[in-house]
Structures are given as structure tokens and as C-alpha cells.
């Protein structure tokens, strides 16, 4: 099944069977996500019958997985999209933060100053900026389900035409061929199966629960999540947020962490990864707990690393699956095959 989520990276969109077998393996009838992302994982769970418990620290996946894992009136979802993708364009506070050019110092060019694109073109930029006032301007009249599903198809919807599919943290430098083309809202899949809730935190302060486990925590601090889709949490809240502009895209200044020097959380940082992994195994009573992670080397932690910490909890298992890493944006794709993805298995 074709799940509509949006582009990340780290989704595990590739490898839903091979984690859904770790759960038929044991038995298991309920599922923990702990670091949902994009929602696929949980979606792809509940599809399959699995009564799904899932969370993540960002709050646009707090979004896709309540959509995912609840529900939505999908009548009322479509009547309000075909209204949404009509509706008269707005220059709002989207446009004009993040549309057309702006004139940047190009790093290496010893100060050069070029004209380039800031994420959407002028026309998608008041489309999206029409389409959530919309959705705003209805809140109170809608379910929250609905809301949440209209919310989840307005960011679907700039995803396809940002321009940079990498992450929001740059813009390419010439407008690509889907970035030109015409914003259009539709909705994300709608998954039937048992009703599952989807939560929103720290997972060390989450109580985690199920059967079965399952941990796809960020791999390295050069991936720092609420920076590089820190565009869907703003559509996702529309709090218009004071913006850092002295970054290639303009920034919320809550996610400009370095500059701010503060920590992005615990799986991030050698030191506090460690603990981080160590606190979320003792807490745990689930029968299995599946870790994903890979070996690039920049990553925070090693897998031998996170196997000793297993081993302290349960036996080990480690399945490694060959695994491409996308080193750069999509128009100049440089792969590397050596890298490897590795679940590790513990078994209480
Ligand atoms: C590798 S991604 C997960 C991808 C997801 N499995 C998917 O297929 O879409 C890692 C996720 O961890 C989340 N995250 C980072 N630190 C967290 C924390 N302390 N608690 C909960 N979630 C966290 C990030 O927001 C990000 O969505």
C-alpha cells in the first residue's frame, strides 16, 4: 500500500515489512512507535491490525500519526479540499518570509551575492498561506480529526513543491521542475484498522508501552530534526513564529540551536545518548524492543555501542540490511552502498 506522508529523512518507508516481521515474530498484538516521524511505520501497523501507540518530540508528527493512527471524515476532508484548492490566494505570513528571491552571500565565493529562490514561488506561497488561514478561519466548526487531517494535506501539499526535497533547511539554487508547478491539497491516506493514540514529548518522560517496541531515533546532530522540517511544524501550529534570517531559509529562532547554544535533546549528543538509550531500556517492560540504526560515520553512537547497552537488557539479535545514504539533495545524487541499517533486536 502507497502511504501519502510526507519526504523525510530517515523515513522507513522502504522498510515497513522487515519491522512488521519483528512483531509477527513475537506475537505481538499492540505496537509502541517511539519516534514516529513521518507516521509511516505506525500507519503501516495499524493497517495490519496492530493496536499502535506512537510518539515523537516534533509537534508536525504529532499531526501525522493522530491522522494516521485515528482517523478523519473523509467526506468532509474532500468537500473541504476541493473548496481549499480553490480558494482566492493570500500574501501572508508565508509568502513573505519564504517565497520567491531573496539575495544571499553564497559561502566560498569570497562574499559573492546572488539572487536565489527561498523555498516556493510567489503563486504556491499564497495558495498555502490561503489554504491554512481557511483551515485556521474553520477550527472551531471542524472535529479535531478533520482539523488535524486538513491540517496534515496543507503541508503534504507545500512538501511536494518546496524547493529543496532534501529538508527546509536551503533552497536549491534554481527552481526545480515540481517546484514550479501548481500547489495542490490532497489528503493523506486514510488507514483503517484498531484505533491507536498518538503522543507528543521527550520520549524519556513518555511512558512507553505494547508488546513490541520500536526505536528509530535520530542517528547523528548533523540531522537534527525540528531544524530541518521546522517549516512543518510552523504550518502545522501557524503561530507565525519570529524568524532568524540569517540562515539560507529564514528560521524559527527556537530551532536555531547552535546559535543559541542550546541541546536539541538527549540522542544527539555521544555523552547523553548513552544515557538516553540506557534510561529508555530499563524503562521498559515490552516483551521485544527493535533499535534501528546505522553505521555512517558520522553517527552519534556505534552499533557495538548500542549492542552493549542491549546486552545489558535482554538478548541481542542484529539483522543488518544493505542501505543507501543519500549524501545530497536529489539533482545531484551521490550514493554510497557501503553503509549499512541495522536493527538490534532485545529480547526480554
Ligand atoms: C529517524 S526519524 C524517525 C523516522 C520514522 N521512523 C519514519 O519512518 O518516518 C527520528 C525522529 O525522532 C524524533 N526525535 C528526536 N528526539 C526525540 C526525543 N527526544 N523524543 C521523541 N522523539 C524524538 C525526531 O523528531 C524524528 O522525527
Known amino acids: 500500500m502507497e502511504y501519502r506522508t510526507i519526504a523525510y529523512k530517515g ?128 477550527k472551531k466548526l471542524l472535529s479535531e480529526h478533520t482539523y488535524n487531517a486538513l491540517v496534515f494535506s496543507v503541508i503534504l501539499g507545500a512538501d511536494k513543491v518546496f524547493n529543496n526535497s532534501n529538508d527546509q533547511k536551503s533552497a536549491l539554487k534554481e527552481w526545480t521542475k515540481s517546484a514550479r508547478k501548481p500547489v495542490i491539497f490532497k489528503s493523506p491516506t486514510l488507514i483503517e484498522g484498531p484505533r491507536g493514540k498518538q503522543l507528543h514529548g ?43 534570517y540569517d540562515y ?12 543559541n547554544a542550546q541541546r536539541a535533546g538527549g540522542f544527539y549528543n555521544k555523552t547523553s545518548a548513552r544515557i538516553a538509550f540506557e534510561n529508555l531500556f530499563k524503562k521498559n517492560r515490552a516483551k521485544r524492543i527493535v533499535l534501528s540504526y546505522s553505521d555512517a560515520p558520522r553517527n552519534t553512537l556505534t552499533i557495538e555501542e548500542l549492542i552493549k547497552i542491549g546486552k545489558c537488557y535482554g538478548n541481542v539479535k542484529v539483522d543488518s540490511l544493505a542501505h543507501q545514504l543519500c549524501m545530497q539533495p536529489k539533482s545531484q545524487l551521490q550514493r554510497s552502498t557501503q553503509l549499512k541499517e541495522h536493527f538490534i533486536v532485545v529480547d526480554k
Not at 213 to 242: E, F, M, Q, R
Request: glycine share 8%; proline share 4%.
Open 248 to 259: 539560507a531559509i529564514p528560521r524559527p529562532i527556537d530551532v536555531c540551536f547552535r546559535k
Open 202 to 244: 521527550d520520549i524519556l518522560e513518555v511512558g512507553l508501552s505494547g508488546d513490541m517496541v520500536y526505536l528509530d531515533p535520530p542517528y547523528t546532530h548533523g540531522v537534527l530534526y525540528a531544524s530541518c522540517y521546522h517549516l512543518n511544524d510552523s504550518i502545522a501550529h501557524w503561530n507565525k513564529p519570529v524568524l532568524d
Open 11 to 138: 523515513s522507513k518507508r522502504k522498510l515497513l515489512e522487515q519491522i512488521q516481521s519483528y512483531a509477527k515474530e513475537i506475537k505481538a498484538k499492540t505496537f509502541f512507535d517511539g519516534f514516529s516521524g513521518t507516521g509511516i511505520v505506525s500507519a503501516h501497523m495499524r493497517k495490519n491490525g496492530y493496536v499502535v501507540a506512537a510518539n515523537d518530540l516534533n509537534f508536525s508528527s504529532y499531526v501525522y500519526g493522530s491522522v494516521f493512527l485515528n482517523g478523519f471524515e473523509k467526506d468532509t476532508v474532500e468537500e473541504h479540499l476541493s473548496h481549499i484548492n480553490q480558494v482566492s490566494p493570500l500574501s501572508g505570513w508565508l509568502t513573505a518570509n519564504y517565497s520567491g528571491t531573496s539575495a544571499r552571500v553564497i559561502r566560498g565565493t569570497g562574499g559573492n551575492i546572488e539572487e536565489r529562490p527561498r523555498g516556493f514561488i510567489r503563486a504556491n506561497a499564497m495558495k498555502i498561506d490561503a489554504a491554512r488561514e481557511y483551515i485556521e478561519s474553520k
